[in-house]
């Protein structure tokens, strides 16, 4: 997204507060159906789905997107980018206030960007921002170090939540504040309830500032474990939605209830790939012909084609390939046997070894299943694979988070540009320990780091893709990842629904406009 500058004013704000919507009645019930659980709910410092979709009904942003990749007003009213690209000007409402009555002002703002930029697992998403001034309470200027391609992006719901500063600035480490659990925001809706691994209770947020919003009296997101339980609550009509739904089984099924819609619109941020990470810190896979021979051995096309019953596409690096910067050259490592044996024995393994393999609880086709047919695949080049179930997503993000393992199957979203999601998978300064989805491989190359950070302020997008071409080269050598498959998300939603969101973050967007109709 090319920086530029312009000014968006009282109009545009106008028009989003006021616009006619349909005439469908107020209030109810959501209930949204998750199998993932969050370790918490304040998205500053935490990514995933898990804690997005509620985060973002919680905290409003300064901007929110469109379905075109158009950025509107939310908190800021109005912007303006600098011509030089080096100076972002946020324009306030001023008649946002906090759950609690507290006005939102410019330092809550100015907090807010660098304690995500200080603790999110994307450190490079707000590297750029140098400082933060607040001239007056509806006035936020960030200065940028470097012009930043993607900032404004970053400055949306899923990215960028607005908190509170006289609730969390108060001394206490932000990663494991009490109130991450029981958070106060100035979104559309407020937390009732938050009880871990069951359910998150949403009410309605009376003073929300764009008026006539939201629409529902309440929102639940069910933690239902059970994949199985999980399609049965959506088709007997115990919850309503159904957001990143990824199983071949499951799309079916639901797109057979006739109450039921079911959409694969909403997804075109999230770039979500399904890959094996190597952590590259072991002695065992620390040299690249190891990494190497285990993606010779894998059958990317079987995985898509046979387990995914054709409805997941190969994903060959580490840009989603429906993005204008994937490069289509990178080495692909189709199947070959022979090959991947002789890799081992050049690192000296030709009597094999073993190895034990993670993966996600919840998305069973796209992490058990495949971490099941690798304990089968890799026995074929002498590998010898220990498939370790977790008990629960926190788990699992401890582990991988904590560089507790060894294989692990992962699903990482590029959100949007490469600076903000691709990048912090392979910096060698984003080695985080205990941060899930920053730089868990260990991964370190000198160059690398060199093309990732210039490709994070260059603004030509011919330069951008071509930086970003040989850093894929380089990575698809390297392997701290195996890239399988693209995700193919749908969300299902009950017929009854209005303006279920369909832009490019899905429900990781305010819920503000949905209704329920006739």
């Known amino acids: 997204m090319k920086l530029m500058s312009r000014l968006f004013g009282a109009a545009a704000f106008a028009a989003l507060s006021s616009t006619a919507l349909p005439a469908f009645a107020d209030g109810g019930t959501l209930v949204i159906a998750s199998t993932q659980v969050p370790r918490h709910l304040n998205g500053a410092v935490q990514s995933g789905i898990a804690t997005a979709v509620p985060s973002t009904q919680i905290f409003a942003s300064p901007l929110r997107y469109d379905e075109n990749w158009e950025p509107q007003p939310y908190l800021a009213k109005s912007w303006d980018v600098s011509e030089d690209g080096l100076t972002v000007t946020l324009n306030l409402v001023d008649n946002a206030t906090f759950h609690d009555g507290e006005a939102v002002t410019s330092e809550d703002v100015a907090y807010s960007i660098m304690t995500t930029k200080a603790n999110h697992p994307f450190k490079s998403m707000f590297a750029p921002v140098e400082s933060i001034d607040t001239p007056d309470a509806q006035t936020v200027v960030i200065n940028l170090s470097s012009p930043h391609p ?78 199985s339980a999980l399609l049965i609550a959506m088709e007997n009509g115990e919850a309503d939605m159904y957001p990143f739904m990824a199983g071949s089984q499951e799309i079916r099924r639901l797109e057979k209830a006739d109450h039921l819609t079911v959409t694969a619109d909403g997804y075109a941020a999230v770039g979500p790939i399904n890959w094996l990470a190597f952590n590259t810190a072991s002695p065992k896979l620390s040299d690249v012909r190891v990494r190497q021979a285990i993606a010779y051995a894998v059958d990317r096309d079987f995985i898509t084609k046979a387990l995914h019953r054709g409805v997941s596409s190969p994903q060959r690096g580490p840009i989603i390939e429906g993005s204008p910067f994937f490069d289509a050259s990178i080495p692909a490592y189709d199947t070959d046997l022979d090959k991947a044996k002789a890799l081992m024995t050049e690192a000296g393994f030709a009597d094999g070894m073993e190895l034990t393999i993670d993966y996600i609880p919840g998305p069973k086709e796209q992490q058990q299943s495949i971490a099941e047919y690798m304990k089968s695949q890799l026995k074929k080049i002498g590998i010898d694979v220990t498939v370790r179930a ?58 690398v780091d060199s093309l990732l950070n210039a490709a994070a302020v260059e603004i030509d997008p011919e330069k951008r893709k071509a930086l970003y071409s040989e850093f894929q080269q380089i990575v698809a050598t390297d392997l701290p990842v195996y890239w399988i498959n693209a995700l193919p998300y749908h969300t299902a939603y009950d017929a009854k629904l209005q303006n279920v969101p369909t832009g490019i973050w899905g429900s990781m967007h305010p819920l503000d406009m949905v209704s329920w109709g006739e």
């Open 150 to 227: 993607a900032l404004l992006l970053a400055l949306s719901p899923a990215l960028a939540p607005v908190l509170p500063k006289h609730v969390f600035d108060d001394g206490q480490d932000i990663k494991s504040h009490p109130m991450n659990a029981t958070p106060v925001g100035s979104g559309p809706f407020m937390l009732e309830e938050f009880k871990p691994g069951e359910a998150i209770v949403l009410k309605k947020n009376p003073n929300f500032f764009l008026e006539g919003r939201p629409k529902l009296d309440e929102i639940i997101v069910r933690i239902i474990k059970d994949p």
């Open 390 to 447: 977790a008990p629960d997503f926190p788990t699992w993000a401890g582990r991988v988070g904590g560089h507790d393992f060894e294989l692990s199957m992962d699903i990482v979203f590029n959100w949007g540009d490469p600076v903000i999601g691709v990048h912090r998978t392979y910096l060698s300064n984003n080695i985080r320990q205990g941060v899930i989805w920053s730089n868990t491989q260990q991964y370190a190359n000198d160059k």
